[in-house]
Protein backbone atom coordinates (compact mmCIF):
# COMPACT_ATOMS: atom_id res chain seq x y z
CA UNK A 1 0.00 0.00 0.00
CA UNK A 2 1.24 3.56 -0.95
CA UNK A 3 0.19 7.01 -0.49
CA UNK A 4 -0.13 8.55 -4.73
CA UNK A 5 1.84 11.28 -5.52
CA UNK A 6 -0.64 13.62 -5.71
CA UNK A 7 -1.81 13.58 -2.46
CA UNK A 8 -0.03 15.66 0.03
CA UNK A 9 0.03 14.45 3.97
CA UNK A 10 0.96 16.34 6.83
CA UNK A 11 1.12 14.80 10.94
CA UNK A 12 -0.30 17.89 13.39
CA UNK A 13 -0.30 16.92 16.95
CA UNK A 14 -1.07 13.10 16.49
CA UNK A 15 -3.11 13.36 13.50
CA UNK A 16 -3.27 13.21 9.34
CA UNK A 17 -4.16 15.71 7.17
CA UNK A 18 -4.37 14.40 3.70
CA UNK A 19 -5.10 16.69 0.55
CA UNK A 20 -6.27 15.06 -2.64
CA UNK A 21 -4.42 17.12 -5.23
CA UNK A 22 -7.05 15.29 -8.19
CA UNK A 23 -10.18 16.20 -6.52
CA UNK A 24 -8.94 19.38 -4.17
CA UNK A 25 -10.38 17.76 -0.98
CA UNK A 26 -9.52 17.71 2.14
CA UNK A 27 -9.50 14.84 4.62
CA UNK A 28 -8.51 13.99 8.58
CA UNK A 29 -7.51 10.78 10.65
CA UNK A 30 -7.54 10.90 14.20
CA UNK A 31 -4.84 9.53 16.15
CA UNK A 32 -5.76 5.92 15.72
CA UNK A 33 -6.85 6.69 12.14
CA UNK A 34 -3.06 7.74 11.71
CA UNK A 35 -1.49 5.70 13.13
CA UNK A 36 -3.16 2.70 11.30
CA UNK A 37 -2.56 4.64 7.79
CA UNK A 38 1.29 4.60 8.73
CA UNK A 39 1.72 1.35 9.59
CA UNK A 40 0.30 0.38 6.36
CA UNK A 41 2.07 2.38 4.09
CA UNK A 42 5.11 0.60 5.92
CA UNK A 43 3.78 -2.37 5.46
CA UNK A 44 4.30 -5.36 3.12
CA UNK A 45 1.09 -6.10 3.44
CA UNK A 46 -2.19 -5.38 5.15
CA UNK A 47 -2.32 -8.79 6.94
CA UNK A 48 1.01 -7.72 8.18
CA UNK A 49 -0.03 -4.34 9.42
CA UNK A 50 -3.22 -6.35 11.04
CA UNK A 51 -0.96 -8.70 12.83
CA UNK A 52 1.15 -5.98 14.07
CA UNK A 53 -2.20 -3.77 15.54
CA UNK A 54 -3.20 -7.35 16.81
CA UNK A 55 -0.71 -7.28 19.13
CA UNK A 56 -0.54 -3.88 20.25
CA UNK A 57 -4.14 -3.17 21.07
CA UNK A 58 -6.50 -5.14 23.26
CA UNK A 59 -9.40 -5.65 20.64
CA UNK A 60 -11.53 -8.64 19.07
CA UNK A 61 -9.48 -9.73 16.21
CA UNK A 62 -12.84 -9.75 13.91
CA UNK A 63 -13.44 -6.34 15.53
CA UNK A 64 -9.70 -5.28 13.95
CA UNK A 65 -9.89 -7.08 11.11
CA UNK A 66 -13.28 -5.20 9.90
CA UNK A 67 -12.35 -1.83 11.05
CA UNK A 68 -9.08 -1.83 9.30
CA UNK A 69 -10.72 -3.14 6.21
CA UNK A 70 -13.00 -0.42 6.24
CA UNK A 71 -10.29 2.30 6.87
CA UNK A 72 -8.76 0.67 3.92
CA UNK A 73 -12.39 0.42 1.43
CA UNK A 74 -12.47 4.41 2.65
CA UNK A 75 -9.00 5.88 2.29
CA UNK A 76 -8.62 3.73 -1.25
CA UNK A 77 -12.58 5.03 -2.26
CA UNK A 78 -11.19 8.84 -1.96
CA UNK A 79 -8.04 7.87 -3.58
CA UNK A 80 -6.02 8.44 -0.89
CA UNK A 81 -4.07 5.38 -1.06
CA UNK A 82 -3.33 2.60 -3.84
CA UNK A 83 -3.12 -0.95 -2.66
CA UNK A 84 -0.72 -3.37 -5.25
CA UNK A 85 -1.78 -6.95 -5.88
CA UNK A 86 1.42 -9.57 -5.48
Same mark, same amino acid.
Given at each position: ??????????????????? #???????????? #????????????????????????????????????????????? #??????????
Amino acid at each position: MRIPTDVLFQELDGEMILL #SLETEEYYELNE #SGTKILLLLAGAASIQTAYDALLKEYVVQPDTLREDLLTLVDELV #SHGLVEVSTP
